[in-house]
């Protein structure tokens, strides 16, 4: 839910920092006030395309930031926590920022965290749906026809069932149209490639060999200076002239003659005692290691030909040397699959059949599901509709089935909303007949009769009541306080009666100061939304009456 948002420097907005609450809120206004530009603002916050045309004239940024509360199960929040962005110390809040430069050039940041426009609008279609007479061009599009339908019915177990079977289809596909591929391929390379795997079958290289060899090589490069340093070291330890042990035992006996003058230095006897001991444990080691080591020319020669041979085939190959068994096994492999290609090429074409048939039997129980949806669907959608202003309005969902259709993670449906608002016509595509008005009517009826079924927490209505006047915009308004019992509902309205159904009421007026115009928003109290709600009724002067029915609006609302 939007908490709070702050706007400066946007078009005819200075400065607006506003707070939000749940339920049904109004905006309202005399024309070109200002209200199209506050719900810029927050498409801005939902991710829609910046225009540094929108930057007020004096200013050389402009900067538009809205605080939500989240529930931590929702969508957002799986949304941050997959981006790495939620706040540590309080996962429910979310911060997100939009700034404009007039140089053309715009930043976005969640929780702090720059963004790109593209992850921003994603994580905004968890967040804010904004229905416009521009916004709602989005349910013409059959794709979103689709998902609404589906959304309804709940088929969500489903759809992900086609999806994985279209996926599975389509990784046999991959893998067959390889496969051809390299069968068309030139015999010569073929040829070549068994050439290959004899040359790395011939140097029979072992697992872990390459490791193994250099460390032999290490060792046997090196026994002359092992010999030589591990033996001087050895006699400077204990047998040589002068070796350690020989000073240990000298100073040894030394302190053994001062100890009966001095028991103090028993401690220091039995010390010197412990190193000669330790003295002669390394001397003899070291005896023991270089009596083990072997200095073979012979075998020095051998492991360095043998080494030489893996890097000069590595080499050949163009791969490093620790490289080279996974180099082989790869070449290997594919020879495998061109020398037995028919035979595997036939087990690939069963799979597909069987992959194929998986996917029709998933995508016919989706469209199943979508028939029988489409019918309850329509008949919810259409009963809200004939509320609102068009009481013959015919509303249909029509799902198409192509069984032989191409594989898609989206089923063999083609869902399509047929409309009608006039008596004795038939229902035709809503792209082709639904004006502008009626298409907002239209998406309103949809997200009523879809209630509690998803969708974003958020919604905006921009003049959802145009076109309509009296007793329906009455309902309209009810429509959109009942949806604001589940979802914070934002509406921009002419109408009075729709005015007078919200649970909040925000002003949104134009001042002109030192020749320049500024957009001001404040939330009314009830003596303003009653002042308000009699200017919207029209005429020049707002006489008792005018009061008197505004105050009678409300009532009923409440």
């Known amino acids: 839910m939007l908490k709070a948002l702050t706007i ?50 004096d200013a050389e940024r402009a900067e538009v930031s809205a605080q939500f509360e989240i529930r931590p199960d929702s969508a957002a929040a799986a949304w941050l926590r997959e981006h790495a962005a939620e ?33 921003l609008r994603e994580l905004g279609e968890h967040l804010i749906a904004i229905f416009g007479q521009s916004e709602s061009q989005t349910l013409l599009r059959g794709e979103v026809q689709r998902d609404l339908l589906d959304d309804y019915g709940g088929h969500e177990a489903q759809r992900s069932a086609v999806a994985a079977a279209a996926r599975h289809a389509a990784a046999v596909d ?12 030139d015999p010569a390379q073929v040829e070549f490639l068994r050439f290959q795997v004899r040359e790395l079958d011939a140097l029979q290289l072992a697992a872990g060999e ?3 060899l250099d460390a032999e090589h290490r060792r046997l ?15 400077q330890l204990y047998g040589g002239d002068d070796s350690l042990y020989d000073q240990l035992a000298t100073a040894r006996s030394r302190i053994d003659a001062l100890t009966g003058l001095e028991p103090a230095f028993i401690n220091a006897r039995d010390a010197i005692d412990g190193a000669m001991a330790q003295v002669e444990d390394a001397a003899e ?32 190959h163009r791969v490093r040397p620790d490289q080279l068994a996974d180099h082989h096994a790869g070449l290997r492999e594919r020879l495998d699959g061109l020398e037995h290609g028919s035979e ?43 509320t609102l202003g068009m009481p013959h309005a015919q509303f249909v969902v029509a799902v198409d089935s192509a069984p032989d259709a191409t594989v898609s993670a989206h089923g063999v449906d083609t869902v399509r909303f047929d409309f009608t608002a006039n008596a004795g016509l038939t229902p035709r595509p809503l792209a082709k007949v639904a004006s502008g008005g009626e298409l907002s009517r239209v998406s309103l009826a949809i997200e009523v009769a879809a209630l509690h079924r998803g969708g974003a927490p958020t919604m905006i209505f921009d003049e959802v009541d145009a076109g309509i006047s009296g007793a329906v915009a009455e309902i309209v308004g009810q429509r959109l306080r009942a949806l604001g019992a589940d979802r914070q509902v934002l509406c921009v309205t002419h109408l009075a009666q729709v005015a007078a159904q919200g649970h909040h009421h925000y002003g949104i007026r134009k001042q002109t100061r ?42 009923r609302a409440t």
């Open 344 to 386: 595997r090429l036939a087990a690939l074409e069963r799979d597909r059949a069987r992959a194929i048939e998986q996917y029709r039997s998933a995508a016919a129980a989706l469209s199943k599901l979508r028939q029988a949806s489409a019918t309850r669907f329509a008949k919810a959608v259409q009963t809200i509709v004939r």
């Open 210 to 212: 390459l490791e193994s």
């Open 514 to 555: 030192r020749g320049s115009t500024f957009t001001a928003v404040e939330a009314l109290t009830q003596a303003q939304r009653v002042a308000e709600l009699a200017r919207m009724q029209g005429g020049v002067e707002i006489t008792d009456a005018t009061l008197e029915h505004a105050e009678d609006l409300l009532r």
């Open 87 to 119: 706040q540590a110390d309080d996962p429910t809040a979310l911060v997100i920022r939009r700034v404009l430069q007039a140089s053309g050039r715009g930043r976005a940041f969640v929780n702090g965290a720059a963004v790109t426009t593209a992850q």
């Open 174 to 185: 991959r893998e067959i149209g390889a496969l051809r591929s390299a069968a068309s391929g």
């Open 285 to 316: 080691t070291l005896r023991q290691a270089l009596e083990r080591l072997d200095l073979d020319p012979e075998r020095l020669a051998a492991v360095e030909a043998r080494m030489q041979a893996i890097h000069d085939l590595a080499r050949k």
């Open 8 to 57: 400066s420097n946007l078009a005819v907005i200075e400065s607006v920092d506003l707070e939000w609450s749940g339920g049904f809120s109004v905006l309202t206004g005399e024309t070109g006030a200002g209200k199209s530009i506050l719900i810029d603002a927050i498409g801005l916050i939902a991710g829609t395309r910046a225009d540094s045309g929108l930057i007020r004239g």
């Open 221 to 235: 490069a090196g026994a002359g200076q092992l010999l030589q340093d591990g033996g001087g070291t050895q006699e």
